[in-house]
């Protein structure tokens, strides 16, 4: 009889362990799954509700929700995600971390502690009690909350909820407190990213300022430059897009390409704008534009590769440009698009030395440049957006 009930006793003991570690096992599983969720969020929602859904989803987990926590006068915990079998527990309980009955919970614990707090057995635990009746309604029978912590602060709560008593052994809460961790760290990093961005807004938005005041000032000197600059631009950014550049590139090819003429400020006017022939020291004297152009920016910090836009948009794939003689190697792309689009849009405009010779000239000019002066690609996208396009210059 004896060895009968030892034999029992050690099946029993071995189904236990291995349950356990089955259990375990399960829980490490989940857990990754919802690291992986954390590097891959693109906003804090995501971490929240993905987080949840993976814990009940993929664990041995029949609830689990985040909640964000009040100030210091209400100290009020608000469910921002959740997921389980049996929602609306969480809508018929109220939960806090002030100095009441409603605080003395694992949740309201875990946030004043600012540590996990574990129920083993909710309908035992006398801090349990005021939300006792709706845990065994929704089939709940332990609770673990951990706290959201970040920079010695607690910023949110996470709590999951098991359907039989102990169901989180010690290996699990030091899981739940490595994943809590890892949420942390996760906002931690989209809210500084957002904080960059948001410098980096307010950044451009002053750069977009810089650039309208070098347009006025050019365009009070010299309207033909300026109309030029902006059209221009709209044909860069538009053949940019066909050769499928990135956002970032594209925007600052389109501020480059509305000041890549700036330089010609310090050209005297009546050379620019007097009709007839143009002398060649008249002309080498037009050609320092670009140079010049990149001093007047050298001050400004840029996030873009403006001065090279300005410095390179004349010089050409075999070296004939100016003013460096650069060779296709060597030019950055936004120059490359930069110098088709000036080419085409001064040869379809009127000068005041000479009538629009039509975009028919200015197209036949890039094609029998094509490869030997001017970017194959670039040139091949600038002539379809006019000849099957139907490309058009906004009106200036």
């Known amino acids: 009889m004896r060895c009968y009930v030892r034999n029992q006793t050690n099946k029993f003991n071995v189904e236990k362990v291995e349950m356990s570690f089955q259990r375990m096992k399960n829980a490490y599983s989940t857990i990754i799954k919802c690291q992986d969720i954390i590097v891959t969020a693109e ?22 929700w ?5 100030n210091d006068s209400e100290k009020k915990v608000t469910p921002v995600a959740e997921a389980g079998l049996n929602k609306g527990y969480l809508s018929s309980i109220n939960i806090n971390w002030g100095d009441n009955i409603y605080s ?23 801090n349990f009690l005021p939300w006792r009746e709706k845990a065994k309604e929704y089939g709940y029978k332990s609770v673990i909350a951990i706290p959201i912590e970040s920079n010695g602060d607690v910023i949110g709560i996470l709590a999951v909820y098991g359907e039989r008593e102990d169901s989180f052994e010690s290996e699990e809460v030091e899981l739940f407190y490595r994943l809590t961790k890892n949420i942390a760290h996760g906002i931690y ?21 810089t650039i309208d005041a070098f ?17 221009v631009e709209t044909l860069a950014v538009a053949i940019a897009k066909k050769i499928k550049l990135s956002k970032d590139c594209i925007e600052g090819l389109r501020l480059g390409a509305l000041i890549h003429d700036i330089g010609k400020i310090y050209v005297p006017g009546e050379i620019l704008n007097r009709p007839g022939k143009i002398t060649k020291p008249e002309f080498d004297l037009i050609k320092l534009h670009s140079e010049i ?56 405009s ?21 490869g030997k002066l001017y970017d194959p690609e670039v040139v091949d996208s600038c002539v379809e957006l006019f ?8 009106s200036l």
């Open 215 to 231: 347009g006025l000032a050019i365009e009070k000197r010299d309207p033909y430059t300026a109309g030029h600059q902006k059209r």
């Open 387 to 394: 000849e099957s396009e139907n490309f058009q210059w906004e």
């Open 189 to 209: 990093i989209l809210r500084l990213k957002k904080e960059k961005e948001e410098a980096q807004k307010a950044r451009n938005e002053s750069l977009l300022k």
């Open 104 to 126: 003395r919970g694992p949740v309201g614990t875990a946030i004043r502690e600012c540590k996990e707090q574990l129920i083993s057995n909710v309908m035992t635990d006398i």
């Open 293 to 348: 152009g990149e001093d007047i920016i050298s001050g400004i910090d840029f996030p873009w590769d403006i001065k090279k836009m300005i410095s390179q948009h004349h010089e050409r794939l075999d070296g004939s440009g100016y003013p460096n003689g650069l060779t296709g190697k060597d030019i950055i792309i936004e120059a490359k698009i930069i110098g088709v689009s000036d080419v085409v849009e001064a040869i379809n």
């Open 66 to 70: 985040i909640g964000s926590i009040g």
């Open 43 to 64: 906003n804090e929602m995501d971490i929240y509700t993905k987080t949840c859904k993976t814990l009940v989803d993929e664990g041995p987990y029949k609830l689990a």
């Open 350 to 370: 009127h000068r005041p030395y000479r009538p629009a010779l039509g975009i028919k000239i200015a197209l036949d000019e890039i094609k029998l440049g094509r």
